[in-house]
T-cell receptor, first 110, second 114 residues
Framework: TQLLEQSPQFLSIQEGENLTVYCNSS?????LQWYRQEPGEGPVLLVT?????EVKKLKRLTFQFGDARKDSSLHITAAQPGDTGLYLC??????????FGTGTSLTVIP | DTGVSQDPRHKITKRGQNVTFRCDPI?????LYWYRQTLGQGPEFLTY????????KSRLLSDRFSAERPKGSFSTLEIQRTEQGDSAMYLC????????????FGPGTRLTVT
C-alpha cells in the first residue's frame, strides 16, 4: 500500500497568519494533486504537480513537489476564513491508481 | 456541462439489503473512478473504468462490491448484503484520458446502514 501521511492533522489559526501543510510518502508518484473538501461535498482539485522540484502558485497558495517525487507541501499566505476546509493530497502511480492522504483540517478564525 | 453528478445523495438502508448508486461523469471524460471515504479519512480508491472497460478492480473492498459502466457513460456501484461497516461516503470522479491525474469529483452518496 502506498501511504501518504499528512501533517498536521488539524490546524486552527487566526486570519492573516501563514501556514504550511505537508504530505509525505516513502513511495514515488508520477504526479501529485492537492484538493480541498467542504463538509458533505466531494473534493475539489486545486493543483497538479508532475515534475520533481516543481513549484506552482495559485494566488495565496504555493505548492511544491519534492525533488524525489515522494513528498509535497502546501503553503498558504495570509489565510482567510474562506480557506477553511479539509486539504487532501493524492498521489498517482504509473498504474493510474490514486492514493489519498489522511487530510489536514484547517480552520481560519476571523 | 454541470460536472459530475451522483444519485442518490443520501441512502439509508437496513443491514443485509442491496444498494446501487449511480454516477454520471462529465460528458467527454473517458475515465471514471469510484472511491469510499469514511469520517476523518481521505478517499480510498475502489475501482476505475476507461470507457466501458474496468481496468482495476482488485481494490474493491470485498466480493459484495461490484461496479459497471456498460456503455462507457454513466456507472453504477452496487453493494450486496450491506453491513454496518459499509456506512460511508461513496465518491465518483471522472477525468480525460490524456490528463487522467486531473480528476473531478461528484458530491458523493452518503450511505448509512442501520
Amino acid at each position: 500500500t502506498q501511504l501518504l501521511e499528512q501533517s498536521p492533522q488539524f490546524l486552527s489559526i487566526q486570519e492573516g497568519e501563514n501556514l504550511t501543510v505537508y504530505c509525505n510518502s516513502s513511495s514515488v508518484f508520477s504526479s501529485l494533486q492537492w484538493y480541498r473538501q467542504e463538509p458533505g461535498e466531494g473534493p475539489v482539485l486545486l493543483v497538479t504537480v508532475v515534475t520533481g522540484g516543481e513549484v506552482k502558485k495559485l494566488k495565496r497558495l504555493t505548492f511544491q513537489f519534492g525533488d524525489a517525487r515522494k513528498d509535497s507541501s502546501l503553503h498558504i499566505t495570509a489565510a482567510q476564513p474562506g480557506d477553511t476546509g479539509l486539504y487532501l493530497c493524492a498521489g498517482a502511480n504509473t498504474g493510474n491508481q490514486f492514493y489519498f492522504g489522511t487530510g489536514t483540517s484547517l480552520t481560519v478564525i476571523p | 456541462d454541470t460536472g459530475v453528478s451522483q444519485d442518490p445523495r443520501h441512502k439509508i438502508t437496513k443491514r443485509g439489503q442491496n444498494v446501487t448508486f449511480r454516477c454520471d461523469p462529465i460528458s467527454e471524460h473517458n475515465r471514471l473512478y469510484w472511491y469510499r471515504q469514511t469520517l476523518g479519512q481521505g478517499p480510498e480508491f475502489l475501482t476505475y473504468f476507461q470507457n466501458e472497460a474496468q481496468l482495476e478492480k482488485s481494490r474493491l473492498l470485498s466480493d459484495r462490491f461490484s461496479a459497471e459502466r456498460p456503455k462507457g457513460s454513466f456507472s453504477t456501484l452496487e453493494i450486496q448484503r450491506t453491513e454496518q461497516g459499509d456506512s460511508a461516503m461513496y465518491l465518483c470522479a471522472s477525468s480525460l484520458l490524456l490528463s487522467s491525474y486531473e480528476q473531478y469529483f461528484g458530491p458523493g452518496t452518503r450511505l448509512t446502514v442501520t
